[in-house]
């Protein structure tokens, strides 16, 4: 971040004085809540491990002992993506979000600084002592998220074009599911399994879905300076895309649920979750109003955890139980 953005946040912000933790729990509490998002991640790197694991026809799950840290990682992982956000969209929200965490002054950017080296260390330490393997892997988020965070050096550019700007940082994505199903290929010294790549396809669709969900509003709710789709592309486009990459995605999902050896039980959970969550959205493209608006982002995240529950969780969670 720049000095000339951390001066404006110095004189614009009140500081809080209160004890950085008890400040820590109200912003993530706001920001990147641990008990929305720590489920979530759990199952994204659950399902992404099974899926490699019922891809290579290995028995049982990888060992708890791996498992743990990697989701801890996983998890930090994300808040990194938060952290960097906060950086990269300070001016932004300091001129038209002065209600958000860093603006307000209940956090600096500097004590997020100082958080995301030291998120940065714990990762890189937990993976070197107990999976040294995975490191490369572990490298690879680091650097991406680390471009992310300077927009790839053409901030400028990818402004301009937003769809070129979210898929540029949805990629992100597949590149974290590359070391969560590593937790089994990688740890165990073999080669990605075959079926390995639509995985990570629908992880990056998948993506795309929740990234296009959060930002559909309802007229009524469309702020000055906040770039949605629904203002940039008007609500009936908006919706009628989101739900058009929602069918690309369960294609995705079922063409790797057949990689997988999966069959109609699979695809047929599949086919549900999809026809629920796409009712909002065109409903929402006939009449845009806030509750259906709220409903597709809902949407967008009861698809994102049904689908990795149905497509890798689940299927270990039965071939476990018959193991019994």
């Known amino acids: 971040?720049?000095?000339?953005?951390?001066?404006?946040?110095?004189?614009?912000?009140?500081?809080?004085?209160?004890?950085?933790a008890r400040r820590f729990v109200e912003y993530q509490r706001e920001r990147f809540p641990f008990l929305q998002h720590g489920p979530l991640i759990v199952v994204f790197a659950f399902s992404a491990a099974s899926y490699s694991r019922i891809c290579r026809g290995a028995q049982g799950f990888i060992p708890l002992a791996d498992f743990v840290p990697g989701a801890i990682t996983a998890l930090y992982f994300f808040l990194l993506l938060r952290l960097y956000d906060e950086h990269k969209d300070f001016e932004e929200d300091a001129r038209w979000r002065p209600y958000r965490a860093v603006p307000r002054g209940l956090v600096s950017l500097r004590e997020l600084r100082t958080l995301g080296i030291v998120l940065t260390a714990v990762i890189v330490a937990i993976n070197a002592l107990v999976m040294p393997r995975v490191l490369p892997a572990v490298g690879a988020v680091l650097l991406y998220t680390a471009l992310m965070g300077r927009e790839f050096f053409v901030r400028g550019w990818l402004k301009r074009h937003p769809i070129v700007y979210m898929l540029s940082h949805m990629l992100v994505l597949p590149v974290i599911d590359f070391y969560t199903s590593g937790l089994d290929w990688i740890n165990a010294g073999v080669a990605p399994p075959a079926g390995l790549e639509f995985f990570l396809g629908v992880t990056f669709l998948n993506g795309i879905v929740i990234e296009l969900g959060r930002k559909i509003r309802a007229p009524e709710d469309e702020e000055e300076g906040v770039e949605t789709y629904s203002a940039l592309y008007g609500s009936r486009r908006a919706a009628l895309g989101w739900a058009c990459v929602l069918v690309l995605t369960w294609g995705g999902a079922v063409a790797a649920a057949l990689r997988a050896g999966e069959g109609t039980p699979v695809l047929v959970a599949l086919s549900t979750i999809l026809l629920l969550c796409l009712l909002p959205a065109l409903l929402f493209a006939r009449t845009p109003g806030r509750a259906l608006a709220r409903r597709i982002e809902l949407a967008a995240g009861l698809w994102t955890i049904g689908m990795y529950l149905t497509l890798g969780g689940a299927p270990m969670v039965a071939r476990w139980i018959e193991g019994l």
């Open 1 to 20: 971040m720049s000095v000339e953005s951390e001066g404006v946040h110095r004189a614009t912000a009140q500081p809080d004085t209160r004890p950085f």
